[in-house]
């Protein structure tokens, strides 16, 4: 699959005739909402777990040297934390720009914290996108962050601030944490 999605995205019809949809965040969209919504509300889907494994070839890097930013793989029993934003249909062409780089929306359903659910749509980077970098160890992505810059700014101000947007939810993931923690050896490691 090409890097740029957007014409994919925009053939997806589930959601045609409503005039309102949810849309799950669980990356850069937790902290930053550059569209006009509804409503926000954290909320967290089953089965997934993030990681960042997906490249970033026009936010948080360059196509010779792209970022790595988070996507979402099917974990058995896994919860994903993150915010859920009540939008009308006309975001969706600023959001397909925003997740182009090999994103494709999926319709999923969102859990909310006073337990009810909602079908929603979400983009995931599957393994079959050009920009997919894959898995690999907490460290080697923590240095990969430490180096990547690109459009948007240092891939790991996108680490960074994902982290302490999950730890202001009052969530921990394993994954993402686990990284920030390998990015602060790194930078106290560094000479000064």
């Known amino acids: 699959m090409s890097h740029n999605t957007i014409e994919a995205n925009q053939a997806m019809d589930k959601f045609d005739g409503r005039h309102e949809v949810w849309l799950f ?6 902290y930053k909402a550059d569209f006009p919504f509804i409503e926000r509300r954290p909320a967290h889907i089953f089965g997934w777990s993030r990681r960042f494994w997906q490249g970033s070839h026009d936010h948080r890097g360059t196509p010779d040297a792209p970022g790595r930013v988070a996507t979402l793989v099917p974990s058995e029993g896994a919860v994903c934390h993150g915010m859920a934003y009540l939008v009308t249909p006309e975001e969706f062409a600023h959001l397909d720009h925003r997740e182009k780089n090999g994103y494709l929306r999926v319709a999923i359903d969102i859990h909310f914290e006073a337990g009810s659910v909602e079908e929603g749509l979400i983009y995931i980077a599957a393994a079959d996108n050009a920009a997919w970098l894959g898995e690999a160890t907490v ?3 923590a240095r990969h962050i430490a180096s990547a810059s690109g459009p948007s700014g240092p891939n790991i101000e996108y680490l960074l601030r994902l982290a302490a947007a999950l730890r202001a939810m009052g969530h921990h993931d394993e994954h993402v ?6 990015l602060a050896l790194l930078s106290s490691a ?3």
Not at 25 to 30: E, N, R
Not at 177 to 182: C, D, G, K, L, T
């Open 177 to 182: 944490h686990a990284i920030e923690s390998h």
């Open 25 to 30: 965040g669980y990356g850069s969209l937790i």
């Open 139 to 141: 460290e080697e992505i």
């Open 190 to 192: 560094r000479p000064r």
